[in-house]
């Protein structure tokens, strides 16, 4: 299974327009961003949205020591901001701190409790520190907050499918995916729930329209293999585990699957 909770994070980045083979590594950019924040802050010192700019450039660099500390000169300023709330949690989230993590985006939704992505943010937090009562609460906060708000449903589902309430699992990637039909990810843990309660065809089906949405996925092509053997199908197995085969070759992750993948095709 892969779960990709959404977050909201927007960093104010102004691309420059280069030949791609010139264009600078992704850190240098963000370095004269970096720079050039500073020296508009010191324009605007009580500006708490200079310091958040700043402290979200600081957060994709990897550098959150000083992303914290922007977060927190802009909070001095405006303690009621609560994005730079969002924002710091998210942070805490990166460096596995969740109970900071925690305070941060509970802080967030008390400022502005309709934002659902707040409180998905805050339920994320809580799913990870398994306190798994308050993230389903959380989780349907932000529902509330916006029912159309699909990362919400996926992330909800993929708390469920981690602890083995597929009922539930299905319930959610199915409402995440009637709000957004392209997303191949929430088609990809459908049809792996689907996998794990041995319902064949329709893990096929969820597994094939992942597959269509996204043909660069190189994992979908062994579940669809191992499926497809399921069926008996060993035309199409051998289809997919050579497309696998292929695209997997110099993927070290996918070392124990490609073993697997060899045995199937030799049998």
Do not use: W
Request: hydrophobic share 40%; aromatic share 12%.
């Amino acid at each position: 299974m892969r779960t990709l909770p959404v977050f909201l994070l927007i960093f104010v980045l102004f691309l420059s327009c280069q030949p791609a083979e010139k264009k600078p590594p992704r850190k240098e950019e963000l370095s004269r961003e970096a720079t050039r924040l500073r020296l508009g802050m010191m324009l605007t010192p009580e500006d708490p949205t200079g310091y958040l700019e700043l402290g979200e450039v600081y957060h994709e660099m990897g550098e959150y020591e000083k992303a914290i500390e922007q977060f927190q000169e802009a909070l001095a300023i405006d303690d009621g901001n609560a994005q730079v709330h969002n924002a710091l949690g998210l942070v805490y989230i990166d460096m596995q701190l969740t109970d900071p993590a925690i305070q941060a985006f509970q802080k967030a939704t008390e400022i502005s409790p309709d934002n659902p992505a707040f409180h998905n943010n805050l339920a994320y937090a809580y799913d990870t520190a398994d306190q798994f009562g308050e993230a389903i609460e959380a989780y349907r906060k932000a529902i509330e907050a916006d029912p159309t708000f699909q990362d919400a449903y996926f992330n909800l589902a993929a708390a469920y499918h981690a602890r083995d309430q597929f009922e539930e699992a299905i319930r959610y990637y199915q409402q995440a995916i009637a709000l957004d039909e392209s997303d191949s990810d929430a088609y990809y843990n459908l049809a792996h729930v689907y996998q794990e309660t041995e319902q064949v065809d329709l893990a096929i089906r969820a597994y094939e329209k992942s597959r269509s949405l996204n043909p660069e996925d190189t994992e979908v092509y062994y579940h669809l293999a191992r499926m497809y053997q399921k069926q008996e199908d060993r035309l199409t197995m051998k289809r997919y585990l050579d497309l696998f085969l292929e695209r997997a070759a110099d993927l070290p992750q996918f070392q124990d699957e490609i073993e697997v993948a060899k045995q199937m095709l030799a049998q």
